[in-house]
């Protein structure tokens, strides 16, 4: 699924042109293909462990896509394709604040592609495997 077709089913599902998914905005969009819709609970955690704008209420599309779209596993299937070596490196770890980040740099064959920042590991590494993906012109998204 591209970016825009991504943002398209967004700005659907999207009913009170908030710019974010609330909780039943969310349930919708996950009704439309097929999967259980989860509680308020669940919700509110997967909120704060995607966030990105640091709100922590809602998913807005770049939070969205973040977990919709695996670019992790898109840049593992190019290095597979292409024997190269893929490697995610943690770069700072600050764990000094009670809001601890992550920088994590993508490496492909030693040499650094991108790096991101994230509340978690797995949030900084999808955040730079999509601009590694953006980079290396990955353009077929795959969910």
């Known amino acids: 699924m591209s970016n825009s077709n991504l943002k398209i089913i967004f ?11 609330d909780l039943d905005e ?25 966030d990105i704008d640091s709100d922590k209420k ?16 898109l840049l593992n299937q ?7 070596q893929l490697d995610f490196k943690i770069i700072d770890d600050e764990n000094a604040t009670k809001n601890r980040m992550y920088m994590i740099a993508v490496l492909i064959d030693n040499e650094e592609i991108s790096r991101a920042r994230g ?5 900084a590494e999808q955040i730079a495997s999509e601009k590694a993906s953006e980079i290396l012109k990955l353009n077929s998204l795959k969910t």
Do not use: R
Not at 119 to 123: A, D, E, G, N, W
């Open 119 to 123: 509340k978690s590991k797995k949030v």
């Open 11 to 21: 700005n659907k599902f999207d009913k009170n042109h908030s710019n974010t998914l």
């Open 58 to 73: 809602s998913l807005d599309f770049d939070e969205l896509k973040n977990i919709t779209v695996n670019f992790k596993s």
């Open 78 to 84: 190019y290095a597979q394709k292409n024997k190269k």
């Open 26 to 50: 969310f349930n919708d969009f996950l009704k439309s293909y097929n999967k259980e819709t989860i509680s308020k609970d669940d919700y509110d955690k997967l909120c704060a462990e995607v």
